[in-house]
């Protein structure tokens, strides 16, 4: 079993960064995938990134390419996410998940964290 917890949230400044942790318990995170996602009260969740189980395969959405950048330790069983630039729009709560393919759709990861608040001030 995989249970990833988030953390890094908090506010920031626009034009500001933050790093994201998602952090997990168990050899086989390793072995996983990993996405980070958000949601914004009333809206859909959405992609942002993922990376594969090495970490030298990464995807972005259009909306952060450039600015944000995942990465993984596997030693440490953590997955980062590196947030440059941020924009008042970045504000939601972002979660990360483990799954057992690269995808950008929502519906294939199996293992949610509770996710982290990121408030970016103008």
């Known amino acids: 079993q995989v249970q990833p917890v988030e953390s890094g949230g908090g506010l920031v400044q626009a034009g500001g960064s933050l790093r994201l942790s998602c952090a997990a318990s168990g050899r086989t995170f390793s072995l996983h995938p990993v996405g980070w996602f958000r949601q914004a009260p009333g809206k859909e969740r959405e992609f942002v990134a993922v990376?594969?189980?090495?970490?030298?395969?990464?995807q972005y959405a259009e909306s952060v390419k450039g600015r944000f950048t995942i990465s993984r330790d596997n030693a440490k069983n953590v997955v980062y996410l590196q947030m440059n630039s941020l924009e008042p729009e970045d504000t939601t709560v972002y979660y990360c998940?483990?799954?057992?393919?690269?995808?950008?759709?929502?519906?294939?990861?199996?293992?949610w964290g509770q996710g982290t608040q990121v408030t970016v001030s103008s």
């Open positions: 990376v594969n189980f090495s970490g030298d395969l990464t």
């Open positions: 998940a483990a799954g057992p393919i690269m995808s950008i759709v929502i519906d294939t990861y199996l293992y």
